[in-house]
Structure formats: structure tokens, C-alpha cells
């Protein structure tokens, strides 16, 4: 009995520390959210604002003028549209929603090659559509992914990495893979946004299961959920 209650403490107690990490990480995210609002998009806004409080007061002397200063105002509001909408991609990508888990990947793996200089090869065959999945299955598969491809472009040091994803034992396969320096030590226990603690958690929700392998021959993080059809 004492041993029996000794364990059960430990296991409450590890499940605090997890939820209190997993708070955390959401936390952060918001926190980084916030910050991009409130530093970058909000005095952006105000600095448009600006410009057009100065073009009432002073208008251009000339109709080429005129369009010229429109053409560059353009530019700045269109910028940062295309930056809001990255923040609210980060957060959940409409194109999951619409087209499924394929193309929501392939658009990562674009934006990934853009952004960070990493190519990702994908390797995806799956027999059915994913938008006929459950969609904490899909979202849960998204995430994995972009935190996998997050850890590559941040420690990994190489411009290749390799996405797959299959039908296997009744559920559903996503391996990514890379040949960089791997994770740094103590990865485990760093929590940088929706990190692994929150990718863990997601897992153990849908009852798959994630396997992260960091070596010297690079990282290999595989996840595997039990298929199941949307409602």
C-alpha cells in the first residue's frame, strides 16, 4: 500500500509538472503573438495613419506626385497584410480547413524554402483524402510537423529535410527527418512556443504516439495517430 501510494503521488505530481510546462508553452505562444502585434503590426498601423494625416495637410503638388506616393502607400498596406496573415497562419492555417493536411503541408514546406532556405522533400501517400479525417487528428499531424520543421530551420544547420507521411497500422505515419547537428542538449526540457511538451500532449489525447531521436546523424521525430473519420 505505501508503495502503491508512493507511485501514485509521483504520477500526480508528474502530471502538475507536465500541465504547468504545457501552460507555459501556451503562454509563450500568445505572448510572442502579442508582442508581434503590439511592436510591429499596431506602430506599423500607426505609421500609415501618420501618412495619411500628413497627405491631408500637405497633398502633393503634382498628379504624378499623387501617384507615385499611392503606389508606395500600396506597397506598405499590402506588406503588412501579408505579415497579419502569416501571424494568423502560424496560429491555424485556413488551407487546413478547406484543401486538408496535404496541401496545408505543402504550403509549410513552400513558405519553409522562402523564409528559411530549407527544402523539404515530401514523400506523402495516403489512399484516402485527409479532409475526411477528424480534425484534432489533421491539426494534431500540422503541428507535429511544423514544430519538427521549426527545430530543423533553428538547430539543425542544413538546407534539406525530408517530410513522409503514410497509412500504417490502422492509422496514420509522419516521419520528418534531417542530417544537421540535431537538437541541442536538453531539448526536452525547453519550451519555446507549442514545443514538444505540447505536441506530447496532443498525442496522448488522440491515443498516438510521437517518438523524437536526436543524434549525431541528425533528428528523426515520428508521430502516429489512429485513423479516424471526421463526424
Same mark, same amino acid.
Request: no cysteine.
Given at each position: 500500500?505505501i508503495a502503491t501510494?508512493?507511485q501514485?503521488k ?6 502538475r509538472?507536465f500541465?504547468?510546462?504545457?501552460? #507555459? ?5 500568445? #505572448?510572442l503573438v502579442?508582442r ?6 499596431l *506602430?506599423?498601423?500607426a505609421?500609415?495613419?501618420?501618412e495619411?494625416d500628413?497627405?491631408?495637410r500637405?497633398?502633393?503638388?503634382s498628379?504624378e506626385?499623387y ?7 500600396r ?6 497584410a ?7 497562419k502560424?496560429?491555424?492555417p485556413a488551407?487546413?480547413?478547406h @484543401?486538408?493536411l /496535404?496541401a496545408a503541408l505543402?504550403v509549410m #514546406? /513552400?513558405e519553409? *524554402?522562402r523564409?528559411?532556405?530549407v527544402r ?6 495516403l489512399p484516402r483524402?485527409s479532409?475526411?479525417?477528424a ?5 494534431? @499531424?500540422?503541428?507535429? $510537423?511544423? /514544430? $519538427? ?7 539543425? *544547420?542544413v538546407?534539406?529535410a525530408? @517530410?513522409s507521411m ?5 492509422g496514420i505515419?509522419?516521419?520528418? /527527418?534531417?542530417?544537421?547537428e540535431?537538437?541541442p542538449e536538453? %531539448?526536452?526540457?525547453?519550451v519555446?512556443?507549442?514545443g514538444m511538451t ?5 498525442m ?12 549525431? *546523424?541528425?533528428?528523426?521525430?515520428? $508521430? %502516429?495517430v ?6
Amino acid at each position: 500500500m505505501i508503495a502503491t501510494l508512493a507511485q501514485q503521488k509521483r504520477h500526480v505530481a508528474a502530471v502538475r509538472s507536465f500541465s504547468d510546462r504545457l501552460l #507555459a508553452a501556451h503562454e509563450e505562444e500568445r #505572448a510572442l503573438v502579442a508582442r508581434e502585434l503590439h511592436d510591429d503590426v499596431l *506602430q506599423r498601423v500607426a505609421v500609415l495613419v501618420g501618412e495619411l494625416d500628413d497627405k491631408d495637410r500637405t497633398p502633393p503638388d503634382s498628379r504624378e506626385a499623387y501617384a507615385r506616393w499611392v503606389s508606395e502607400f500600396r506597397e506598405e498596406v499590402t506588406d503588412l497584410a501579408d505579415d497579419v496573415r502569416h501571424i494568423a497562419k502560424r496560429m491555424h492555417p485556413a488551407v487546413l480547413d478547406h @484543401l486538408g493536411l /496535404e496541401a496545408a503541408l505543402e504550403v509549410m #514546406a /513552400e513558405e519553409m *524554402q522562402r523564409v528559411d532556405g530549407v527544402r523539404v522533400e515530401m514523400n506523402i501517400d495516403l489512399p484516402r483524402k485527409s479532409t475526411s479525417l477528424a480534425k484534432e487528428l489533421t491539426t494534431s @499531424l500540422y503541428r507535429i $510537423a511544423q /514544430e $519538427a520543421l521549426r527545430n530543423v530551420a533553428q538547430h539543425a *544547420q542544413v538546407d534539406h529535410a525530408v @517530410l513522409s507521411m503514410s497509412e500504417r497500422e490502422g492509422g496514420i505515419e509522419l516521419i520528418i /527527418e534531417d542530417r544537421g547537428e540535431g537538437l541541442p542538449e536538453g %531539448w526536452e526540457d525547453t519550451v519555446q512556443g507549442l514545443g514538444m511538451t505540447s505536441m506530447k500532449e496532443r498525442m496522448r489525447l488522440i491515443n498516438g504516439r510521437l517518438t523524437v531521436t536526436p543524434s549525431d *546523424q541528425g533528428t528523426r521525430v515520428e $508521430a %502516429w495517430v489512429p485513423l479516424r473519420r471526421a463526424p
